[in-house]
């Protein structure tokens, strides 16, 4: 009888340290060290008209952090398939941001919601719309909730200029999903 005991625990460990602990998703070029002039943004996705640029002016991590500037001014990265996404109850962002000129600051986030008619809609919240920034690297952290009975595996998270004003200055970009009690 022993051997199946010492069999239950190997497999049961490792689902209950899954299902306790946070789980960081491993963003693409987080800290914009891997970007170039020719590329600022290897790995995200500029959306629309925006125009982005590095800077190695006080980085918050690194050598170089990331300007959005002009036109809609917004990034993004996009995640298809998630497994178990339902398992977590939340995520948090985590980004240091600073502007020279008080550009104000947003971040959204988009998932799957099954509703009640069983149809699956995506969702695309805002976590924090219009925030004025700082001149010095201001760490930002945000939360949001995910639905009960998200099942669509895909997350979308998108940093942006509010008003196409100003110049928003990002680095060290962390995001982690908080698993269900
Ligand atoms: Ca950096």
């Known amino acids: 009888?022993?051997?199946?005991?010492?069999?239950?625990?190997?497999?049961?460990?490792?689902?209950?340290?899954?299902?306790?602990?946070?789980?960081?998703?491993?963003?693409?070029?987080?800290?914009?060290?891997?970007?170039t002039p020719d590329d600022p943004a290897p790995g995200w996705t500029i959306e629309r008209t925006g125009e982005v640029e590095l800077t190695g002016e006080m980085p918050a991590s690194g050598k170089q952090a990331?300007?959005?500037?002009?036109?809609?001014?917004?990034?993004?990265?996009?995640?298809?398939?998630?497994?178990?996404?339902?398992?977590?109850?939340?995520f948090k962002v985590n980004v240091v941001a600073r502007s020279p000129d008080a550009a104000k600051f947003g971040i959204r986030a988009g998932f799957f919601k099954i509703n009640d008619d069983g149809k699956q809609v995506w969702l695309d919240l805002p976590l924090v719309w219009d925030r004025p920034l700082r001149p010095d690297n201001e760490q930002l952290t945000l939360t949001g909730t995910l639905p009960n009975n998200e099942e669509g595996?895909?997350?979308?998270?998108?940093?942006y200029r509010s008003k196409k004003e100003g110049t928003v200055i990002l680095d060290s970009v962390k995001l982690e999903f908080m698993p269900r009690e």
């Open 153 to 159: 595996g895909r997350f979308w998270i998108a940093f």
């Open 1 to 35: 009888m022993r051997l199946p005991s010492i069999l239950l625990l190997a497999l049961a460990a490792p689902c209950l340290s899954f299902a306790q602990e946070s789980q960081p998703v491993m963003l693409a070029n987080p800290d914009f060290e891997e970007g």
């Open 66 to 90: 990331l300007i959005l500037k002009n036109g809609y001014g917004v990034i993004s990265q996009n995640f298809v398939n998630i497994p178990g996404l339902n398992r977590y109850k939340s």
